[in-house]
Each structure stands twice: as structure tokens, then as C-alpha cells.
């Protein structure tokens, strides 16, 4: 009894661990800036896409702020120059991997390697420039993550409010969320492909904003 306990309490552990990027456990990654400020940083996942990510970034320029997004290489292609827009425009971009299988957490180191470098070379292609920013597809860490991290000498961006914005929720229960979870450096994690981004993030910013916080940009 007590050792079905333990086992069950260290999986649990590994689980957490493994797909909570707060963890810190095998991958130091910013979660939260460290702040007394009410500023908190807006960062979206899977980009490009074709049609929703000129429609997000207008939104961000109409508001005055500058975000972070983490592409996948392999939708760089045919969006080369949507993915030197986000540059242009002065936000962050990062590694986001290329295939962004679900299968990337186990991929051997060598293949894992080579997937990111494949992403770094895509966004390289498209803006000129190497990005040191990482976040890992589906911000699972575990050893072979970490491994790579550090061989690769990647910054690991993670996040302190994830929206579960991709499940399409009612735009009232993400704003909830964001108000209940909201502190100063928050990191908030939104994507830019989804149908509708544009109308969610700026109801995100109005919110926000509503709360008393400014959207500050990451740097390092
Ligand atoms: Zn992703």
C-alpha cells in the first residue's frame, strides 16, 4: 500500500515535472519577470500563420505593444515575409522547433538537435538574424530538452498563464482566467493562428488593461 503510495506520488511528480514548464525542474526557463511593476508580457505560440498572424500583429501595433512569438520552422515557408513582420515590427522571436511533433520530447538528442537547428536556419532564412529565445513544443522539459538547451545555448521563455485559448473557448473564460491568475511579470501565453486571434487578444489587452497593468516587452 504504501509503495503503490510512493509510486503513484513520484509519477505524479515526473508528470508535473515533465509537462509544467514552472517546474524548473530539468530546464531553467522565465517564467515571471521579476517585477514590482503591474506589467505583464504578452507571448504567442506556433507561429506564423498565413492569415491570423498580419491580423494579430496589426492589433499589436494599433496598441502600442510589443510581444513575443515563437515560431515553428516549418511553417516558415510561403510566410517569409509575415515572419520578417514580426521582426520588422519589433517583437521577439523565437525557436518554437520545426516539426513541433508530439513525439519532440522523445526524439533522440542528435535528431532533437537538428530539429531546432533546422528552425533556427528557417527563421534565419526569413529575418537575417539567429534568435537565442527557445520554447519547447508543448513546454515539455525533460533530460533530452535540457540537453539540447544547453548545447545549443538556448534561453528558455516560458509562461506563468497559459490560456487554453487553442481549445476555442467562450472569450469570457479566457478573460477569467487571465484576471484570476494575473500578477506583476506575468507571462502570458496566447496563439496567433487561431480563428478569432485578433478579436481575443484585443478583448486580452482591453482586460488587462482594465486591471490596472501595462504590457511591458522581454529583454534580456
Ligand atoms: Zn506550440
Given amino acids: 500500500m504504501i ?28 517564467c515571471r519577470v521579476k517585477t514590482q511593476e503591474k506589467v505583464v508580457y504578452l507571448t504567442f505560440d506556433d507561429a506564423p500563420d498565413a ?6 500583429l496589426d492589433v499589436l501595433k494599433r496598441n502600442g505593444i510589443k510581444a513575443a512569438f515563437f515560431c515553428i520552422g516549418g511553417r516558415v515557408a510561403g510566410c517569409e515575409s509575415i515572419v520578417k ?48 529565445f527557445f520554447r519547447p513544443p ?35 473564460k479566457v478573460l477569467r482566467r487571465i484576471r484570476r491568475h494575473l500578477k506583476s511579470g506575468s507571462i502570458i501565453l496566447l496563439h496567433d493562428g487561431i480563428s478569432g486571434s485578433e478579436t481575443l487578444l484585443q478583448a486580452v489587452i482591453d482586460t488587462i488593461r482594465s486591471e490596472g497593468y501595462s504590457f511591458g516587452e522581454l529583454k534580456f
Avoid at 520588422?88 to 532533437?112: A, C, E, Q, V, W
Avoid at 545549443?152 to 481549445?167: A, E, F, M
Fill in 3 to 30: 509503495v503503490a503510495l510512493a509510486i503513484a506520488i513520484l509519477l505524479g511528480f515526473l508528470f508535473y515535472a515533465s509537462y509544467s514548464i514552472k517546474s524548473q525542474v530539468y530546464v531553467r526557463a522565465l
Fill in 51 to 56: 492569415v491570423q498572424t498580419p491580423k494579430v
Fill in 85 to 132: 513582420r514580426i521582426a520588422d515590427d519589433g517583437h521577439l522571436i523565437g525557436n518554437h522547433s520545426y516539426s513541433h511533433k508530439n513525439t519532440f520530447p522523445i526524439l533522440s538528442r542528435r535528431t532533437m538537435i537538428a530539429d531546432i537547428e533546422r528552425c533556427q536556419s528557417e527563421l534565419r532564412r526569413a529575418t537575417g538574424t539567429d534568435t537565442p
Fill in 138 to 172: 508543448f513546454g515539455v522539459t525533460n533530460p533530452r530538452v535540457a540537453h539540447t538547451v544547453r548545447k545549443l545555448n538556448l534561453k528558455v521563455i516560458g509562461w506563468s498563464i497559459r490560456t487554453y485559448d487553442t481549445n476555442q473557448p467562450p472569450v469570457e
